[in-house]
């Protein structure tokens, strides 16, 4: 753990966005993956424009300094993204803005899954506007 | 120089200045082979060697020659345990020990399983690290030729009740064998009272040099035989040939004797710097666990649970890589993220603490270096890195909501 890169250290020390949204107001959607026996909990959230922009985000993570860099940095990448867009985010532009060692991969991965949680919660009370993306896993 | 300060010491412990004055002789001026027989740099040597055996052996109630020199607990735990194995193989091919020993038990005997070897009975330990006695006699065999508990755990400090077992070795005619790197100079032994046959100890866990450690190996009472693992020159009684580190030994000697002069006073130091640590950090956390045995410990050890922030990240506010402007901070984490496996610590796993509170574990390793200035700032800075972390964590808002975690999460898989 002694080769942190200056960006993760960044995030760790300033964390950008953390904090909580009401999470049953309409425009939030709240995703919350990882388990506590794993070391690795995120909590992100998103509040999302009737037009399906992002337009706020917040988290609160559980784990080490590379998982708090990575849902650090996404709820800066997501801001100001419809939600179609902020779907598409892989893991691996995780990986590459915070030179994420192999090991620390799984950082990433579970920034990307709290992504699609936050949407998925978002489309499932918010009936109508989210219809259209039902089928997300 | 940036400001550092060393809390780790089981992992290794610096040098004591005058271990180091005791050892520079034998670089330089009597740096002779202990084995040379013909002329005065060998017979200094191996005077240094004897002298030093004998200040090993009266530690722990031994003989000076029952005391083999080698690299470290490592190898000690190794040749002890291969050792009697290859030697006893007629007599019988199982093994009891925990399961929180060392890793270097713990392979040791996995790889003679694996060999077809041994049998290997590994007894669990209560929630406080400790095995129960009653379980080690109720795990002998007819085929059983050899006992191994560690004296204190490296994690967690725990001491285990040796003696008890050393009588119950005894009386079934088992061979008991001791890892006791962690508690050797540190706290008293006593081979006979204690019932042991073979003891492992290294230098650098009581401020003497790396590379250096010992086997003591009961001669009489029973007489205890070993297979040696090192083939060559025959050295130490043909238990383990190899040129000997002198100085190392010299090194080793000299810091046991300054072990068992001072070993109360620094003992009664060291638990009050625990205490003190320890009270000021539980004075201002909530939800902090101490994981291990209250009092059957060793006194610099303090490993607690800090509910709601994983270790490594702990582990990063405070050993300065994030914050170059404060003190680098030495401490260890059961945390899985820390470890070569990305497995939480077994040994907190056997101890029955759930894998969410091994994450968030620190080991707080107090020496004989570390003064009360410095456990006030470590404390200081652990409580402040506690209470920004858990303002971070999803974990510490969900449970202060009342939301029961286990609950939440059941199901939830890695």
């Not at chain 2, 690290?129 to 009653?134: A, H, I, L």
């Not at chain 2, 993220?337 to 603490?353: D, F, I, N, Q, R």
Request: hydrophobic share 40%; aromatic share 6%; charged share 25%.
């Amino acid at each position: 753990m002694a080769s942190y890169s200056d960006k993760v250290l960044d995030h760790y020390s300033n964390p950008r966005n953390v904090g909580s949204f009401e999470k049953n107001a309409e425009n939030v959607g709240t995703g919350i993956v990882g388990a506590p026996e794993c070391g690795d909990v995120m909590k992100l959230q998103l509040k999302i424009s009737e037009q399906g922009v992002v337009e706020d985000a917040k988290f609160k993570t559980f784990g080490c300094g590379s998982a708090i860099a990575s849902s650090s940095y996404v709820t800066e990448l997501v801001k100001g993204k419809t939600v179609d867009e902020v779907e598409q985010i892989k893991n691996s532009i995780i990986v590459e803005e915070l030179s994420l060692p192999p090991v620390k991969i799984h950082c990433s991965v579970l920034a990307e899954d709290a992504i699609k949680a936050a949407v998925k919660d978002w489309r499932e009370h918010n009936g109508e506007k989210g219809d259209k993306g039902s089928a997300i896993a | 120089m940036k400001r550092r300060i060393y809390m780790d010491n089981h992992a290794t412990t610096p040098l004591d200045p005058r271990v180091l004055e005791a050892m520079l002789p034998y670089f330089q001026e009597e740096f002779g082979n202990a084995a040379s027989r013909n002329h005065e740099y060998g017979w200094e040597a191996e005077q240094a060697v004897d002298r030093s055996r004998e200040i090993a052996a009266d530690l722990i109630g031994g003989k000076a020659k029952e005391i083999i020199w080698l690299s470290g607990a490592t190898e000690s735990d190794n040749v002890a345990i291969k050792g009697i194995v290859e030697f006893y193989k007629d007599k019988g091919n199982h093994i009891i020990t925990t399961s929180t020993e060392h890793k270097a038990i713990l392979d040791t005997c996995k790889s003679l399983e694996r060999k077809k070897l041994a049998r290997v009975t590994y007894l669990p330990v209560d929630t406080q690290g400790r095995v129960d006695p009653s379980q080690v006699r109720e795990a002998i065999t007819d085929d059983t030729i050899l006992i191994s508990v560690m004296l204190a755990n490296n994690e967690i400090g725990t001491i285990q009740p040796l003696a008890e077992i050393g009588k119950i070795a005894k009386e079934k005619g088992v061979f008991f064998h001791t890892d006791a790197t962690q508690g050797f100079g540190k706290i008293p032994i006593d081979v006979n009272e204690m019932g042991i046959d073979l003891l492992s100890a290294s230098a650098h866990k009581i401020y003497g040099p790396k590379g250096v450690g010992l086997l003591w190996v009961r001669s009489r009472g029973p007489r205890v035989r070993l297979t040696a693992q090192m083939d060559g020159g025959g050295h130490e009684r043909g238990m383990r040939s190899g040129t000997l580190n002198v100085t190392g030994i010299v090194g080793f000697a000299k810091a046991i004797e300054i072990a068992k002069t001072e070993m109360v006073e620094e003992n009664a130091r060291i638990l009050a710097l625990r205490e003190r640590l320890n009270d000021k950090i539980l004075s201002d956390l909530d939800e902090v666990y101490l994981n291990g045995h209250p009092t059957e410990r060793l006194a610099g050890n303090l490993n607690l649970s800090f509910a709601y922030i994983e270790g490594e990240s702990m582990l990063m506010g405070l050993n300065g890589s994030a914050s170059p402007d404060l003190a680098a901070i030495a401490v260890s984490s059961g945390s899985a993220c820390t470890s070569a496996t990305l497995e939480p610590s077994y040994v907190l796993k056997a101890l029955g603490v759930g894998d969410e509170l091994a994450h968030t574990s620190i080991r707080f390793g107090l020496g004989r270096f570390n003064t009360e200035e410095e456990v006030d700032y470590v404390a200081d800075r652990v409580i402040s890195e506690v209470k920004r972390l858990r303002e971070l964590s999803p974990l510490y808002e969900m449970a202060k909501e009342g939301i029961d975690l286990k609950d939440y999460f059941a199901g939830a898989s890695h």
